[in-house]
Structure formats: structure tokens, C-alpha cells
């Protein structure tokens, strides 16, 4: 599975690589909504591509980032405001004698002041960081499609919930941010040869069994602990992953764009490092057959994730 990806969160890379177009009208949507107090988790990076606003669409959108920042750095300045005042009796406190909740008091201010001060930190910072295009599942990401003949470039959630379902299906089945290859056919049918999708990712991240990893024998461990690796093609280029995707309506609710990401078996050096998944990524000469996917032949779109592009993946432990 992968849970976390560090991905080109810059429309205009796909509108320069692909000559695409930008779907403004969501993009502008989702950002109202994040304004008027939606969950919408977007990564910094996204946010950032809207920093210097060329057309009148783009200022619209960065008023509506501009207005959600000036209202979080309100409510983190709140919250260190309180956190500094618990802290202060905790410390008092402790000062007269020593207790348990006074201590686990003091322990809890420190954290949540230091989570405050670094989140306010990453509003104000203008210089870029990798993690500011980290994804993981229910975060937004621009994902190229293919409408009426014309690239386009839209913001999805990565988590694919499928037209028709519940809302709550987000929540009985939370791993639905990848589509597996083996059942393509079966829960995704849907979508395959209907709605495909590509996304740009640098690097992408999984959590692996420890015992796994070090190839030790899992009693030699207290439990099954797990680590995060990171995985990198080893050339360095961006890979072009293929994904599934879904609009989702439902009566008094908003249209929800939503994405899954192909995974496939894995290739050695993956199944080494303790992973039994891997994402797809395709050839760029595949690209616009993939996005203009043939129902009727399922046989030359499988074919496409057999040619899939081939980079070897260095891994570490993910910082």
C-alpha cells in the first residue's frame, strides 16, 4: 500500500509538461470550501503554486488560502495563549510539590506549544520543504485526466470513494487510496477502461515490518514493530503513477473528486526491503492511451501496467 507520497503539487508542471488545462472551477471550489470551514487537507506545496496569482481566477484562490491562514494562525495563537497559561501553573506547581498531573500537566503544554510554534512557522515560511508535498490518504493532490478530448488538470482527494456509496464508506474502508492490480476487474470495475488518472510523484513512503526489514526473526522483536522507508528511483526522474478515479454526488452535498493509486506486485528490491505492494508507474509514451482508456479492451490497458516503467528504488529510513 502506499500510505504517503511526495508528489508535484504544482499545477503548472502538468499544464507545462502536458499542455493541459487547469480545471479552475475546482480548484476555486475546494479552496471556498476549506475557507468556509471544510476538513479538506491540502498540502502546503499546493497551496504555494497560488503564491504569485497571474489571472483573476488564481487571486480569487489566494484570498480564499490567504483568509484559511489568517484564521488557523488566529487559533493556533489562542492555543499557545492557553497551552503558556497551563504550563505556567503546571510549573508552579511543581514548584511546591510534586505530582503526577501537575508533571503529565507540564508534559502535555510543552508538546502542544511546540506543535503550535512549528505550525505557525509553516504558514509563515515562504521557502519550500519537502515534506510541504507530502501526501497521505484524504490529502488533496492535482491528478491529470482526460475530458473531451482536452488534458486536464484537477485537484482530487486520495481516497477514492466510488459513485453510489455512502459517505461513511470513507470510514468501513479507509485503504481505498490504492486500487489493487489483482482486482481491477472485481471492486474496480467501474472505473478501469471508464476513469483514469495520472499523478507526478517523486518519492513515495510505506510502512514495513521492522523484523522484515532487518530480515530478523519477529520473536527477536517485542512486537511487530513497524518503520517507514522511503523509496526513491534511483535515476531520479518523476514517475508517472497510474490511478482510478471517481466523482462522487449525492443530494444537499458537494461533488466530491476522489483518487485511488494502482499498486501492482512489487519488484525485487522492494520485496526485500519487507513490502509486498508497489505503485504503477507507466511510460510516458503510454500516457494518452491510458487517459483515453478503451472499455471494450481491457487487454491493451493491462497491458500498459505489464510495460510499466522500470526505475530501481533505493530505500532508507524515512527522516
Known sequence: MCYSAQIEADYRKYVKMFGA???????????????EGSKAKIPKAMDDAFRSPETGDERQIKEFI?????????????????????????????????????????????DKIET??????????TMPEPRDSRIFPGHYAPVLVVED???????????????????NYDVKFPGTYNA????????????????HGVMLVDVF???????????????????????????????GQLMW???????????????????????DEP??????????????????????AWLKPDASNRGALHAILDDKDRPYFEHRLAA
Open 267 to 288: 519488484p525485487p528490491e522492494i520485496a526485500a526491503a519487507g513490502h509486498d505492494r508497489c505503485i504503477v508507474p507507466i511510460k510516458p509514451e503510454n500516457v494518452e
Open 205 to 235: 513512503y510505506e510502512n514495513v515490518s521492522k523484523a522484515k526489514w532487518e530480515g530478523t526473526l519477529l520473536e527477536a522483536h517485542d512486537k511487530d514493530e513497524n518503520v517507514v522507508l522511503e523509496f526513491r528511483p534511483s535515476n
Open 66 to 110: 490567504d483568509r484559511y491562514n489568517a484564521e488557523q494562525a488566529t487559533k493556533l495563537e489562542q492555543d499557545l495563549f492557553k497551552q503558556r497559561t497551563r504550563l505556567a501553573d503546571a510549573e508552579c506547581t511543581l514548584q511546591t510539590k510534586t505530582t503526577k498531573a501537575a508533571t503529565e500537566s507540564k508534559r502535555i503544554a510543552t
Open 180 to 195: 489493487r492490480r489483482d482486482n481491477l476487474e472485481g471492486f474496480w470495475k467501474p472505473l478501469f477502461g471508464h476513469t
Open 21 to 35: 488545462q487547469m480545471d479552475i472551477r475546482q480548484f476555486a471550489r475546494l479552496y471556498w470550501e476549506r475557507a
Open 241 to 263: 503513477v497510474a490511478c482510478l478515479w471517481s466523482r462522487w454526488s449525492a443530494p444537499g452535498e458537494s461533488d466530491l473528486l476522489s483518487f485511488a493509486a494502482i499498486t
Open 116 to 125: 503550535s510554534l512549528r505550525r505557525l512557522e509553516d504558514i509563515n515560511r
Open 149 to 167: 478530448g482536452q488534458y486536464v488538470v484537477r485537484p482530487m482527494r486520495y481516497q477514492c470513494r466510488l459513485a453510489g456509496k455512502p459517505a
